[in-house]
């Protein structure tokens, strides 16, 4: 759980960076402000909202699934553990979706796009609840299942292959025979 917590923060933060750099125009923030104010405005809100959620979330884990034993404040660098720990799902979950890195380098009528890290968060704690619940029903040992399925399969690719497929498929259903 803490892999894909890490993962989540890590991939979400670059994912957001190269977004707002590659597509400063995209910025959406106050008028009269210079470019480069806007850019460092974005990073900061960014920075301030997906860092705060995933202390939150980092912290909570931390009670559920502890990976440190510190207490009072101390508690708030418990995550930190989590990266040289779980360096490998952190270059796992990067190589499963460099694709989209890619995409967001390229122009784009999606406003949303920036919205993505939180896509990821929200999964991330669809994963919290599904540990919990098998840890109660004494399933835990059967999680890492879920988990490779859930985090690293590459829905979206396997979407636009079966949808470019089944296109090609209606387009010869419709092709009139001799």
Known sequence: MWGAWASSLSFGFVYALVLILAHPEEVDAPAGLAQPGRILG???????TFGLFHLWQGVVLNLVF???TRDGLG???SPASAFPAYWLVIAATFFSRLHEIKDATQPSDDTQRLLRPFVNVVRMQVLVFMFLFMEAAGLIR???YPVLVFYFFPFPIVGQKLKYWFGRLEDYMNTPRP
């Open 75 to 77: 508690i708030l660098l």
């Open 42 to 48: 974005m990073i900061a809100f960014f920075t301030f």
């Open 142 to 144: 059967f999680a890492v």
């Open 66 to 68: 502890p990976i440190s």
